[in-house]
């Protein structure tokens, strides 16, 4: 079940790595060319250090020690044993899913895109509502117009317009967003006319859709277009009512509320507004000031605190004299001990492999004596 367990996330990671280099190699910024190689990196370093016969050993007692700590009734061992069962069987559809969407991405790559929405449309994890129908494509896109390859991106979007409609019809929030993605082209091609119709285009269809809820992109698009058409006033109080929504979707200190902070100073400080622009740019340096203070899943420390967190918890708990370690331990040597002659030669290889992880040689030697009578 372990080894399993093992193959299964080595699997997922590496199908995670397949998608990197292809957004990669499509769109090759230094960026994603970096998160490529430091993925490289530590996928080979963790099958590496995986396959150390130190790291086996720990990983052996490791799971002594958990299954020690959980086989205490009969009602234990079934409930360990499904919770094991259960999780590899996620972990199995989830790569079943990342195999074939990355068959769909594929085809894509290769302007099947007949083909690719076949198979995107049946895929039945799309057809779940929230869930962004073609997930991969719309990443693609995403990352074709980060690097001004717009006319892969335009395509790439009437491909993913064509897949919305086919599952959600012409009117619903999903095709109101593809709105959106046409307006961000139409601004990178220098289009704000353009811009401003497909940013009007996706708040009629929000609101009429959904109501007056989730519109700071769309209007925060209005606001960029006017703003290049030099209709200042009207671009204020576009990012003035995406600052509104965002705010009370997002909370006070978001990166997306700095973000129309930052538009908005802009806008202001081009149109005259200076008192206004530094009383914005007083809001824009405390959010910063706040974000830099608070650790969150957006703050670039959020990673390695977490990582590293993990295994300070993991060292404590499951370390050599960690506390779930002495526990199991000690419930084994008792055990020994009541049995006398009668122990279990399975529980004496355990204590053995247990003090071979604390390096106490002398209860080494003295179980290892033991087990030889």
Known sequence: MTNLSAKLGYAIAFMTLLYF???????????????????VIVFIAVIGFRSRKKARNAREVQQAVLDELSTKTEATRQGWKAVKTVSNVVALVVLMFLAYDFSC?????????????????????????????ALSAELLAGAYIEVDKLDEAEHLSDFLLDIRKEIYGEKHPM?????????????????????????????????????YHHLGNALTKLGNSLTSQKRYEEAIQAYSEALKMRQREFGPNSDRVLKTLQDLE????????TVDADKTNKR???????????????????????????????????????????????????????????????????????????KDKAKVEYYETLLSR
């Open 105 to 133: 991405l594929s085809l894509t790559c290769a302007n099947q895109l007949a083909a690719a929405k076949k198979l995107y449309l049946l895929n039945p994890l799309y057809r779940i509502p929230g869930v962004h129908p």
């Open 175 to 211: 095709i109101a967003e593809m709105f959106g993605n046409y307006a961000f082209i139409a601004l990178k091609r220098n289009r704000p006319l353009d811009a401003e119709k497909y940013s009007r285009q996706s708040i009629a269809l929000w609101k009429e859709t959904s109501g």
């Open 284 to 358: 824009i340096v405390s959010i910063i000031a706040w974000q830099k203070a608070h650790v969150s899943v957006d703050n670039p420390w959020f990673v390695p605190l977490s990582i590293a967190f993990s295994f300070a918890l993991s060292f404590i708990l499951l370390g050599p004299r960690g506390l779930l370690t002495t526990m199991a331990l000690k419930r084994i040597e008792a055990r020994v001990r009541d049995s006398g002659a009668g122990a279990n030669p399975k529980d004496v290889q355990k204590l053995i492999s247990l003090y071979n992880h604390r």
């Open 21 to 39: 280099v292809v957004y990669a190699i499509a769109c090759p910024t230094k960026e994603l060319v970096a998160a490529v190689t430091v993925e």
């Open 266 to 273: 802009y806008c202001f400080r081009i149109s005259g507004r």
